[in-house]
C-alpha cells in the first residue's frame, strides 16, 4: 500500500507570496493534519481535517488555510509568505488515533 | 510550560549499549503516547504508541508510561550505529488528536 504522499518535495518562493501544498492519505485514512517543522524543533500543529470538516486548528496566523476534498487529500494554503515560513510542512494521515506521515515538503522562503 | 519536553542531547551511547530516552508532558488528560523516529532531513517515522501505565516492549524497543509522574520513556536495547537519529515523543489530549511534539533528542551511537 502505498504511503502518505505529498507534493512538491521542495519549493523556492519569494517574501509576499502564495503557496499550495498538497497531501493524499494512506488508502482508507479520513484524517489529515498539517505541522510546521522549522530546523531544531518538532513539529507544530497547524490544521487537522476529518471527513472534510476542520477539526483542530492550531496557533498559527490566518494567513494559514486547508481543506480536505471528497477524496480525503487536503491542500495547506499559505498566503504573504514571510522569511520565518521557511520550513519543512509534513502532513500526517491517521486512522484511529495514529499518525502516519508523508515524506514532507521543503519550503523555503527568499 | 510546553506541553511535552524531552532532552534535546545530544546523547552518545556505544553500539550494543541501551539507548534511554526521556520526555515528560504537562497536560495530566493526555492519553495518548507515541515515539517516532526521524533521521536528518526525513519525516517521521512511527517507533510505538503506548496508552496504559507499564511497559510495551516491540522488539529491541520497549516504551514505558507512568502517568502519575506524567512521563514517558523509549528503551533501546542493543543499540545499532542505524539507531542514530533524532527521537520524537509525542502526545494526545483527552479530545481530539492533535499532537503534540518534544522538540526530540538527537541519538548517535558510536561503532
Known amino acids: 500500500d502505498a504511503g502518505v504522499t505529498q507534493s512538491p518535495t521542495h519549493l523556492i518562493k519569494t517574501r509576499g507570496q502564495h503557496v499550495t501544498l498538497r497531501c493524499s492519505p494512506i488508502?482508507?485514512?479520513?484524517?489529515v493534519s498539517w505541522y510546521q517543522q522549522v530546523l531544531g524543533q518538532g513539529p507544530q500543529f497547524i490544521f487537522q481535517?476529518?471527513?472534510?470538516?476542520?477539526?483542530g486548528r492550531g496557533n498559527f496566523p490566518d494567513r494559514f488555510s486547508a481543506r480536505q476534498f471528497p477524496n480525503y487529500s487536503s491542500e495547506l494554503n499559505v498566503n504573504a509568505l514571510l522569511l520565518g515560513d521557511s520550513a519543512l510542512y509534513l502532513c500526517?494521515?491517521?486512522?484511529?488515533?495514529?499518525?502516519?506521515f508523508g515524506p514532507g515538503t521543503r519550503l523555503l522562503v527568499l | 510550560q510546553k506541553e511535552v519536553e524531552q532532552n534535546s542531547g545530544p546523547l552518545s551511547v556505544p553500539e550494543g549499549a541501551i539507548a534511554s530516552l526521556n520526555c515528560t508532558y504537562s497536560d495530566r488528560g493526555s492519553q495518548s503516547f507515541f515515539w517516532y523516529r526521524q533521521y536528518s532531513g526525513k519525516s517521521p517515522e512511527l517507533i510505538m504508541s503506548?496508552?496504559?501505565?507499564g511497559d510495551k516492549e516491540d522488539g529491541r524497543f520497549t516504551a514505558q508510561l507512568n502517568k502519575a509522574s506524567q512521563y514517558v520513556s523509549l528503551l533501546i536495547r542493543d543499540s545499532q550505529p542505524s539507531d542514530s537519529a533524532t527521537y520524537l515523543c509525542?502526545?494526545?489530549?483527552?479530545?481530539?488528536?492533535?499532537?503534540?511534539f518534544g522538540t526530540g533528542t538527537s541519538l548517535t551511537v558510536i561503532p
Open positions: 500526517a494521515s491517521s486512522i484511529q488515533e495514529t499518525q502516519y
Open positions: 481535517y476529518y471527513e472534510k470538516e476542520e477539526r
Open positions: 503506548i496508552y496504559s501505565n
Open positions: 488508502s482508507g485514512h479520513k484524517s
Open positions: 509525542a502526545v494526545t489530549r483527552l479530545a481530539g488528536n492533535q499532537f503534540y
